[in-house]
């Protein structure tokens, strides 16, 4: 899925330079898991791996393709289905829930309501994020995963794992430019699909792993890993409110929402890295409390946070160095005076803990 600071395309840079520095070890914590890319990488590469984020949508993701080590096999519900026209000999269990799913009828539910244009025409800018079609397509299939968790027809497991094909399906069909913070005044042609929900893959390393819905810095205590990494926000933008819309999907909570573009309230979500100076604070506390033998802040070149003052601060506990490659700028942030600058630099401060 397009989210801010992915590092699906340069994940192999990362671990190569992290091999070169003998950054080795078996358990992995990711900090800010985000759309869990990052964990799923070291997930491959046999580590045990442990994650976090704020988001509820990311804790989605995290159920399905961290701690989860397989497909699962829907036992309960498969029998209770009935078989689809298009259904294979070979189709696995997840394909066959996801064939059924696609098949619903449209309802006119909360995502309808509220981010289509017939379901908010009374509004002077109608809100165009799904065409009305796809809006009612997203709530039939939200609401029917919900009534199979409440029915006991699924496990959390798979429950979990229907709620990431969902939310990894959106963005495909999604009208906007990049994030969710606004939607585009006419329609981009990705959002003129039917939409059909898609199914996910996943890692199995044998081994389990531990993932968390919560603000990180309340986990310090419970850390104790042999990589800890950190991807926080560059710079003042929340994360919240760029993808509100899939927080809403994904818990499905019908809030109160606000504003041109339906946001909803997002004050418990907010992140300290995403000002200078609280962002400096809670570094040092996690280089500080945490149990780590490597710490890895994976950051922006044009980040708000100072080169200078991050090592200032990681040098109080052991050996720092960094490391830096150009990578391609994210699209929505390919604006301003850095409007003509494709490429910027990712930076590794690699702390090792002295003991």
């Not at 006419?186 to 039917?194: E, P, S, V």
């Not at 603000?215 to 310090?220: C, F, K, P, V, Y």
């Not at 109160?256 to 400096?280: E, H, W």
């Not at 506390?285 to 991050?310: D, H, Q, R, T």
Request: a neutral charge; aromatic letters at 12%; one cysteine or more.
């Amino acid at each position: 899925m397009r989210y801010i600071g992915n590092k699906e395309n340069i994940l192999e840079n990362i671990y190569s330079i992290l091999q070169a520095n003998n950054v080795k070890g078996k358990t992995f914590f990711d900090f800010f898991a985000g759309t869990t890319n990052v964990g799923r990488f070291f997930k491959s590469k046999d580590y045990q791996v442990s994650s976090s984020d704020i988001l509820y949508l990311s804790f989605c993701l995290q159920k399905a393709y961290i701690e989860n080590n397989e497909e699962p096999k829907f036992e309960k519900l498969i029998n209770s289905l009935p078989k689809q026209n298009s259904q294979n000999l070979f189709d696995s269990p997840l394909e066959i829930v996801a064939n059924y799913l696609n098949s619903l009828e449209g309802v006119e539910g909360f995502i309808f309501k509220n981010y289509t244009p017939q379901g908010t025409k009374e509004l002077p800018q109608p809100r165009m994020y799904f065409i009305d079609e796809n809006g009612k397509k997203i709530d039939a299939i939200r609401q029917q995963i919900e009534n199979w968790k409440i029915g006991n027809l699924i496990s959390e497991n798979e429950y979990y794992v229907l709620l990431a094909c969902l939310i990894e399906t959106i963005g495909f069909y999604s009208n906007i430019a990049g994030v969710y913070a606004a939607f585009h005044k006419h329609w981009d042609c990705r959002a003129l699909r039917h939409l059909e929900l898609r199914i996910i893959q996943f890692v199995d390393n044998k081994k389990e792993n531990i993932v968390y819905n919560e603000d990180s810095m309340n986990l310090l205590d419970k850390i104790d890993t042999d990589i800890l990494y950190l991807d926080p926000p560059y710079n003042e933008r929340q994360y919240a409110p760029n993808y509100h819309i899939l927080e809403t999907i994904a818990k499905y909570d019908e809030p109160k929402l606000r504003g041109v573009t339906g946001m909803r309230d997002y004050s418990s979500q907010k992140s300290r890295f995403c000002n200078p100076i609280t962002a400096l604070e809670d570094l040092n506390k996690i280089a500080n409390e945490a149990k780590y033998k490597f710490l890895v802040l994976s950051y922006n070149s044009e980040g708000i946070m100072p080169s200078e003052k991050i090592l200032d601060i990681l040098k109080q506990y052991g050996t720092v160095k960094l490391e830096q490659f150009e990578y391609a700028r994210f699209k929505s942030n390919n604006n301003g005076l850095a409007r003509t600058k494709k490429t910027v630099l990712e930076q590794l401060f690699i702390l090792k803990r002295e003991a």
